[in-house]
C-alpha cells in the first residue's frame, strides 16, 4: 500500500515538473556585434606570412606568429582613429670556451696549417657572440566607425642591427700560436607602406584581418672583417682583411678596403593575415 502511495505521489510529481518546463519562456538577450577599441586600448598582435619567403627580397617583419626570433608587436590606441603601433625583438647568443691542454702530444690543426709540431696543445680560448636588434616603430590611420569592419593605411620604419664576432686562440708548448678573430656587422634600413583591414569577431576583443603594401630596405655592411696572428715554425705573420660572405664568388677573396650596399624596393613583400587581441586599462 505504501508503495502503491509512493508510485502515485512521484508520477504526479514528475507531470507537474514537466508542465512547468513545457510552458516556461526563454529569457530574451541580445548580443553585441563586434567590441571596436577606443581611445586608450591596447593590442596584442599575432600574424603569419602568405606566400613563401623566397625571392622578398625588400621584407621588414612578418609579424608574431609565435615563432622564435619573431618580433613582438603591439599597439596603443593613441585616439579613436589613430594607433601607434611597434615590433620589437633583441636577440644574443653567446658561448665560451677556456681549457688547458694536457697530453703533451696532443696535435690541433686548424686552418689546415700544422701548429705546435711534437709539442701539443697548451692553451684555448674561444668566444662566438651573435646579436641583433630589431625595432618597428609605425602608425596607423582607420576610416571607418563600424563596429563590425575596420579599414585603415599605416607605415613603418624597420631599424636592424646585427653583430657577430668570433675570436679563437690556440697557444702551444713550443710558442706557436694562431690567434684568429672574426667580425661581421650589419645595418638595416627599411620604410614600409601599407593598407588593411580588421573584422570585428561577435562580441569578443578579437580581430581577424590581413595587410599588404609596398617596401624598401637598405643594407649596410654585412662585410666580415679578420684579424690573424700567427706563429707555426718558421712562418710568422700579422694580416687584418675584409670578405664579402654574401657572395660566393668572393667570399674567399681577400680585401685592404671593400664596401657594401644593397637596397631593394617592391610590393606585397609582407602580406600577412593578423590576429589582434584588445584590452583596456
Same mark, same amino acid.
Request: hydrophobic share 35%; charged share 25%; aromatic share 12%.
Given at each position: 500500500m505504501k508503495k502503491s502511495v509512493l508510485m502515485i505521489a512521484l508520477a504526479f510529481g514528475v507531470s507537474s515538473a514537466f508542465a512547468q518546463l513545457s510552458t516556461r519562456e526563454n529569457d530574451e538577450t541580445v548580443q553585441k556585434i563586434g567590441a571596436r577599441p577606443k581611445a586608450g586600448d591596447m593590442a596584442f598582435v599575432l600574424g603569419t606570412t602568405i606566400g613563401s619567403d623566397s625571392g622578398m627580397v625588400a621584407k621588414l617583419f612578418s609579424g608574431n606568429s609565435l615563432k622564435s626570433g619573431n618580433l613582438l608587436t603591439y599597439k596603443f590606441y593613441k585616439t579613436d582613429d589613430m594607433v601607434?603601433?611597434? %615590433?620589437?625583438?633583441?636577440?644574443?647568443?653567446?658561448?665560451?670556451? @677556456? #681549457?688547458?691542454g694536457l697530453d703533451s702530444t696532443?696535435?690541433?690543426?686548424?686552418?689546415?696549417?700544422?701548429? #705546435?709540431?711534437?709539442?701539443?696543445?697548451?692553451?684555448? @680560448?674561444?668566444?662566438?657572440?651573435?646579436?641583433?636588434?630589431?625595432?618597428?616603430? #609605425?602608425?596607423?590611420?582607420?576610416?571607418?566607425?563600424?563596429?563590425?569592419? +575596420?579599414?585603415?593605411?599605416g607605415a613603418d620604419l624597420y631599424l636592424g642591427f646585427g653583430s657577430e664576432k668570433s675570436t679563437s686562440n690556440f697557444t702551444y708548448n713550443n710558442g706557436?700560436?694562431?690567434?684568429? $678573430?672574426? @667580425?661581421?656587422?650589419?645595418?638595416?634600413? %627599411?620604410?614600409?607602406?601599407?593598407?588593411?583591414?580588421?573584422? =570585428?569577431? !561577435?562580441?569578443?576583443?578579437? *580581430?581577424? #584581418?590581413?595587410?599588404? %603594401?609596398?617596401?624598401?630596405k637598405w643594407t649596410f655592411g654585412g662585410l666580415t672583417k679578420v684579424k690573424e696572428d700567427?706563429? !707555426?715554425? *718558421?712562418? *710568422?705573420? $700579422?694580416?687584418?682583411?675584409?670578405? +664579402?660572405?654574401?657572395? $660566393?664568388?668572393?667570399? !674567399?677573396?681577400? =680585401? *685592404? @678596403?671593400?664596401?657594401?650596399?644593397? =637596397?631593394?624596393a617592391d610590393s606585397n613583400q609582407d602580406v600577412r593575415i593578423v590576429l589582434h587581441i584588445y584590452f583596456g586599462k
Open positions: 601607434i603601433r611597434a %615590433g620589437i625583438r633583441l636577440k644574443n647568443q653567446n658561448l665560451a670556451v @677556456k #681549457g688547458t696532443a696535435q690541433y690543426n686548424p686552418n689546415n696549417i700544422l701548429f #705546435g709540431a711534437y709539442s701539443g696543445l697548451k692553451d684555448v @680560448k674561444r668566444k662566438d657572440v651573435s646579436r641583433m636588434w630589431e625595432i618597428v616603430p #609605425g602608425v596607423e590611420k582607420h576610416f571607418l566607425n563600424s563596429n563590425l569592419f +575596420d579599414a585603415y593605411v706557436d700560436k694562431n690567434f684568429r $678573430t672574426e @667580425k661581421t656587422n650589419t645595418t638595416d634600413v %627599411g620604410l614600409g607602406f601599407i593598407s588593411g583591414f580588421n573584422v =570585428f569577431i !561577435a562580441h569578443l576583443p578579437i *580581430s581577424l #584581418g590581413l595587410e599588404y %603594401g609596398w617596401n624598401a700567427v706563429i !707555426a715554425g *718558421s712562418v *710568422s705573420y $700579422t694580416q687584418e682583411y675584409k670578405q +664579402d660572405n654574401s657572395t $660566393t664568388s668572393e667570399s !674567399a677573396a681577400k =680585401f *685592404s @678596403k671593400l664596401k657594401r650596399r644593397e =637596397f631593394n
